[in-house]
Nanobody
Framework: QVQLVESGGGLVQAGGSLRLSCAAS????????MSWFRQAPGKEREFVAAFRWSGSNPYYGEPVKGRFTISRDNAKNTVYLQMNSLKPEDTAVYYC?????????????????WGQGTQVTVSS
C-alpha cells in the first residue's frame, strides 16, 4: 500500500501563487511516477502535471502551461506543484497520484493510488 498526503491548498486572490506538496509513504519508490490532477465541482478529473520519466521531462495540461511547475524531491518522496498567476478557473480540489511505473500519464485510470485532495480556491 502507498499513502499520499497533500498539503498547501487554500484561498488566494487571482494573480496570486500557491505551492502544493504531496508526500508519499509506504511501499513506494523514488522511481514511481507522481503526478497532479484536479477536479472542479460538476466536472471530470483533469490532468495538471506529470513527469514523462522518473522526475524528468515534465509536461502539463494546456490550461496550466506556463503558470504551473511540477518538481520532485526523491530523497523525501515528495512532489510539489508551484502555481503562479492563479485564475478563478483554477479553483478545484487538487489530487496527487502515483503508479507503479516510471512513466507518467495524463490518464487518471492509469494511477494506482490517490491522495485525499487539497482544496484550492481562487477569488476574482
Amino acid at each position: 500500500q502507498v499513502q499520499l498526503v497533500e498539503s498547501g491548498g487554500g484561498l488566494v486572490q487571482a494573480g496570486g501563487s500557491l505551492r502544493l506538496s504531496c508526500a508519499a509513504s509506504g511501499r513506494t519508490s523514488s522511481t514511481y511516477a507522481m503526478s497532479w490532477f484536479r477536479q472542479a465541482p460538476g466536472k471530470e478529473r483533469e490532468f495538471v502535471a506529470a513527469f514523462r520519466w522518473s522526475g524528468s521531462n515534465p509536461y502539463y495540461g494546456e490550461p496550466v502551461k506556463g503558470r504551473f511547475t511540477i518538481s520532485r524531491d526523491n530523497a523525501k518522496n515528495t512532489v510539489y506543484l508551484q502555481m503562479n498567476s492563479l485564475k478563478p478557473e483554477d479553483t478545484a480540489v487538487y489530487y496527487c497520484a502515483t503508479r507503479s511505473a516510471a512513466y507518467g500519464s495524463s490518464r487518471p485510470s492509469d494511477y494506482d493510488y490517490w491522495g485525499q485532495g487539497t482544496q484550492v480556491t481562487v477569488s476574482s
